[in-house]
């Protein structure tokens, strides 16, 4: 009987405490249902009304994105809202956003909770206005996408603490963004620009329910949800959820420790710079390893994650290999592995070599190819993912599978035989091997190499 009125009473007291700490979480309105006290437009001449207690925006045509933007700045809070758009159109929520003289000539820029009702399906990910663009697309987290409802209201949440911001939409995590670009600023509610298109003028996004909570924010955060992947856009970093899942930076950002050239003892003394977080092969020639050489990591892997942010100039080509072994070529030209093909597919020559399209960018170079379609800009810097478990291996573009094989198998060694590299004894088998960044006399840019090995 002591038993189970101690457990009864221990029970109260946790409900007690917790309905104490729901009760003390202070919400403030961010909209007072009447007008837009609080609020100022940035941008574009969209119409904003209030109407049976929302805030509706109105497309209007010939006109910039439009932002009606709070008049105070926040920095870490838990944001709510509820939103309704028509079908058509795509809008957004900005956080942490600014407006500067000095930028832009004060265009609005900063994080965006993105409003998708398109069958894309981003609505809950995050996207950089006016800068950095993408950030977190669904595409990292396809169980999202179908958390949006057309042609209701829905509810959304925003937790932004530190570097950390994570999204939810009708109680569904969608992404959990690790970046330190912006850790304060206004949040501003986005009518998309329609252009010159009669079709969308008139239609309307509606935002309701709008509160914040700026006090002790991290005592209300949600519980991280693991299933939902982490985006990590601070350069050269790790995030501490990457360090506990085991993620190492391959390379640190500042120096060459854990690289040396191919066919050196040494990192290469020219060829190569580090600057500005940056890795970059310069321009040579266009040979293969004939100015500052292909470099490797110094460690070999076997079973791996391995994330490579690059971006190439004009023309260029490169590589990303993998199971290297830098002795097997005596010769001239690069070291021998498995290679994540890196190339401008519209300008240089060799994409329309090989067979069927396998020396294109992201393609198991002169082996398989990936698909003609495929997430990229030359612009910008674009992610390439190589993981390998024992025999199967696959290569992802910017979140997107490109291919996938499963090599030392009747039909691996079949398609070699039948590829440049026939002539390299039981290629690609090899169980372990380094990794390399090659110089193929192009410009190519390296940052964000980053490794998880696997059991």
Not at 212 to 228: G, H
Not at 361 to 386: H, M
Request: charged share 25%; proline share 4%; aromatic share 10%.
């Amino acid at each position: 009987m002591k038993y189970h009125r101690l457990s009864f009473i221990i029970t109260c007291l946790l409900l007690v405490v917790t309905s104490s700490s729901l009760y003390a979480q202070k919400w403030q309105s961010l909209f007072n249902g009447k007008n837009l006290s609080g609020w100022t437009q940035r941008g574009g001449k969209a119409v904003y009304k209030v109407e049976n207690g929302t805030i509706v925006g109105y497309t209007k045509m010939n006109t910039d994105n439009s932002f009606l933007c709070t008049k105070k700045d926040y920095a870490d809070f838990i944001l709510e809202f509820e939103f309704r758009i028509d079908d058509d159109l795509n809008s957004g929520v900005q956080l942490r956003s600014h407006s500067l003289k000095s930028y832009m000539n004060g265009r609005v820029h900063g994080y965006q909770f993105e409003i998708d009702p398109s069958p894309r399906a981003w609505t809950g990910g995050l996207y950089d206005e006016a800068r950095r663009a993408w950030l977190y697309p669904l595409t990292k987290n396809p169980a999202a996408q179908p958390a949006f409802k057309k042609g209701v209201w829905n509810q959304a949440r925003v937790e932004a603490i530190g570097k950390s911001i994570r999204t939810w939409v009708n109680g569904i995590a969608c992404a959990d963004l690790f970046d330190d670009a912006d850790l304060s600023g206004f949040i501003a509610l986005q009518v998309h620009g329609i252009g010159k298109d009669q079709s969308k003028e008139g239609k309307t996004v509606a935002w309701r329910n709008i509160r914040i909570c700026t006090e002790d924010v991290a005592s209300y955060a949600s519980p991280e949800v693991l299933a939902t992947p982490q985006v990590n856009a601070i350069d050269n970093a790790l995030s501490p959820r990457e360090k506990a899942e085991g993620w190492q930076l391959l390379w640190d950002g500042k120096t060459s420790e854990g690289w040396r050239g191919a066919r050196l003892n040494i990192f290469p003394e020219k060829g190569w710079t580090i600057k500005d977080g940056v890795l970059t092969v310069e321009k040579g020639n266009g040979g293969e390893s004939t100015n500052g050489g292909d470099i490797v990591t110094t460690k070999k892997y076997r079973n791996f994650m391995l994330s490579v942010d690059f971006q190439i100039t004009q023309g260029a080509n490169s590589g990303i290999k993998y199971f290297v072994d830098p002795g097997m070529n005596k010769g001239a030209g690069s070291a021998i592995g498995c290679e994540f093909q890196i190339l401008d597919d519209l300008r240089h020559p060799d994409a329309k070599l090989g067979v069927k399209g396998n020396r294109k960018l992201g393609s198991l170079y002169d082996l398989i190819p990936a698909p003609e379609q495929k997430p990229f800009d030359i612009n910008r810097f674009n992610t390439a993912l190589v993981i390998v478990r024992g025999k199967h291996v696959e290569h992802w573009l910017n979140g997107v599978k490109l291919l996938e094989y499963d090599r030392d198998s009747q039909q691996w060694n079949a398609l070699v035989a039948y590829s440049k590299y026939r002539d390299w004894p039981n290629f690609g088998n090899a169980a372990e091997g380094h990794i390399l960044l090659q110089d193929h006399g192009d410009e190519v840019r390296f940052k964000n190499i980053k490794i998880k090995e696997l059991p």
